[in-house]
């Protein structure tokens, strides 16, 4: 499987205020909070006050790092306290195309390389969720190539009906997926 790597911009995240020892946006605390919007190891980081203003800004004392977070102590600054910042990550977001899968022939009602099926017969190889799709003969032609009326998502995989073509048969297709890992 080749592995393709991108990045992406969390949502901002703004889980202390200010009140106690100061505000604490960390790493840890965001992704033990929210781990399907926040990744462990971010590759960058952006600091700011709920009020969009850059925390350099602010003249305050501010540690602001993609490895530990932002941390604003109220000890720290002139005044004893610290403004209420927010924070976003930029995260790798890792994906892998699966092995072309060929799971049905034209038979019958046409060819079916559903999602549903092909998770269900492969779960080592097949993700639930698929973010894109690759459909082609297994010629290796495209399936927007053969003139034939064909479906192809991500979301519901490839359906080519018998009956909905001129000649009442579908070429033979196969298919593949990027899952995320």
Known sequence: MSVAV???WTRWFNRDNPSGTGDW????SLYYENPNQMCQNPV??????????????TGEVVSCSASVGLVCKNADQTD?????????????CYYEWTPWFDRDNPSGTG????????YYENPNQMCQNPVDIQCQTIGGSSYTSTGEVVSCSASLGLVCKNADQTDWSCLDYR???KCPC
């Open 175 to 177: 298919v593949r997926f």
């Open 111 to 118: 060819d079916w390389e559903t999602v549903t099926s092909l």
């Open 44 to 57: 960058d980081i952006q600091c700011q006050t709920i009020g969009g203003s850059s925390y350099t800004s």
């Open 25 to 28: 946006e960390t790493v840890t």
């Open 80 to 92: 004893g306290y610290c403004r209420d910042y927010r924070v976003r990550f930029k995260c790798p």
């Open 6 to 8: 991108a990045v992406e």
